[in-house]
Nanobody
Framework: QVQLVESGGGLVQNGGSLRLSCIAS????????MNWYRQVPGKQRELVAG???????NYADFVKGRFTLFRDVAENAVYLQMNGLKPEDTAVYYC???????????????????WGQGTQVTVSS
């Protein structure tokens, strides 16, 4: 069983910074991609930033130049450094990962989606 554990949310003033952390734990798995999404009440969950297969990074236009994603492959972790926070960044932020499980002699058998529990980020004006 694989779990994603998030931390780092909180209350910050307009223009402030926060750093979110997400660590995958469990046994016998391999991470394909790790991403951060966010959601506000009444709206769909949206991608904030994430890794692309092959090591690339992908950012939503609304965070480019303000947020930076760091991936620590050895620690099965991903971090989101959020600078220049705005009140419209207020949301619950979710860690998401595509993870391989079920190792066999020919490789991995299953690719599944995993979600963290979410962490609240509130930016006051």
């Amino acid at each position: 069983q694989v779990q994603l554990v998030e931390s780092g949310g909180g209350l910050v003033q307009n223009g402030g910074s926060l750093r979110l952390s997400c660590i995958a734990s469990g046994s016998d798995f391999s991470i394909h991609t790790m991403n951060w999404y966010r959601q506000v009440p009444g709206k769909q969950r949206e991608l904030v930033a994430g890794t692309i297969g092959g090591g690339g990074l992908n950012y939503a236009d609304f965070v480019k130049g303000r947020f930076t994603l760091f991936r620590d492959v050895a620690e099965n972790a991903v971090y989101l450094q959020m600078n220049g926070l705005k009140p419209e960044d207020t949301a619950v932020y979710y860690c998401h990962a595509e993870i391989f499980t079920g190792r066999s002699s020919t490789g991995w058998n299953t690719l599944s989606d995993y979600w963290g529990q979410g962490t609240q980020v509130t930016v006051s004006s």
